[in-house]
């Protein structure tokens, strides 16, 4: 069985900075892209950002020079350091990865986890 467990959510005052993580575990033999997602409430689940392979990424055009997406292939890890945050990024966030496991090949997502940006 995939398990992505995020972490590093919380709540944090505007201009503040947080760092999600995505540990990935299971029998796993190939990860392709992985992304962050997130849900604010009453709005539809929007990409956030994405990194292949290859370390090449994309962001959603509200977080771009805020936001930054890496990953540690070695680690099974990918992670999402958030920096002026703003209210506006207040939603749940998820870690999405697409990859080859013993049981499927396709999209695979974490729980969740909630970050909040308030004073």
């Known amino acids: 069985q995939v398990q992505l467990v995020e972490s590093g959510g919380g709540l944090v005052q505007p201009g503040g900075s947080l760092r999600l993580s995505c540990a990935l575990s299971?029998?796993?033999?190939?990860?392709?892209?992985m992304g962050w997602y997130r849900q604010a409430p009453g709005k539809q689940r929007e990409l956030v950002a994405t990194?292949?392979?290859?370390?090449?990424?994309n962001y959603v055009d509200s977080v771009k020079g805020r936001f930054t997406i890496s990953r540690d292939s070695a680690k099974n890890t990918v992670y999402l350091q958030m920096n002026t945050l703003k209210s506006e990024d207040t939603a749940v966030y998820y870690c999405?990865?697409?990859?080859?496991?013993?049981?499927?090949?396709?999209?695979?997502w974490g729980q969740g986890t909630q970050v909040t940006v308030s004073s």
């Open positions: 999405n990865a697409n990859l080859a496991s013993t049981f499927r090949t396709g999209a695979y």
């Open positions: 299971g029998s796993i033999f190939s990860i392709y892209t």
């Open positions: 990194i292949t392979p290859g370390g090449s990424t």
